[in-house]
């Protein structure tokens, strides 16, 4: 038995839904996909700056070890546990990224999907898709094979 050589339903367009709304949700999915690599990227900032306090704080201990009290001294008022952002650690400034933008655009995205093409995801990328394969030629199908068709 072959797999239809068409997208499943969740990736076809609505009827009578235009080209430009498919390219703007498309354009729009591009965004949230950037600000998921920036909410990535803020959340790696978040770790390597927590791992380099405790490695700070481990320096300190083997500085005072070493009979370099001072040095320790210095190290624990001076960084150890410092703010990174006046008031904050990062923890405070992801959560405020996730509440004060990530949320808000992962809601807008959502509610423009829900309101243009009854909440479809990727519907850009499937119409490139079918663009852009070789219909009809292995490795290129338009979907994976439905488990009864193995």
């Known amino acids: 038995m072959t797999t239809p050589d ?7 367009r609505p009827a009578n839904v235009s080209d430009e709304t498919v390219e703007a ?3 729009l999915s591009e965004a949230l996909e950037v600000v998921e690599h920036a909410r990535g990227l803020l959340y790696g900032f978040h770790r390597l700056t927590g ?3 405790l490695a700070l704080g481990e320096a300190a201990e083997l500085m005072r ?3 370099h009290g001072a040095i ?3 190290l624990e008022q001076t960084l ?4 990174v952002i006046d008031g904050r650690w990062t923890f405070q400034i992801v959560e405020d990224y996730d509440t004060n933008y990530y949320a808000v655009f992962v809601d807008a995205e959502r509610e423009a999907r829900q309101t243009l093409v009854e909440g479809k995801k990727h519907l850009y990328e499937a119409e490139m898709k079918e663009d852009r394969r070789s219909h009809g ?3 290129h199908e338009a979907r994976p094979p439905h488990p009864r068709d193995t």
């Open 25 to 27: 949700l498309g354009r």
């Open 6 to 12: 068409a997208p499943d339903q969740a990736h076809r």
């Open 80 to 83: 150890i546990g410092r703010n």
């Open 65 to 67: 070890a070493a009979g």
């Open 137 to 139: 030629l292995p490795h």
């Open 51 to 53: 791992k380099a306090d």
């Open 72 to 74: 320790a001294d210095g």
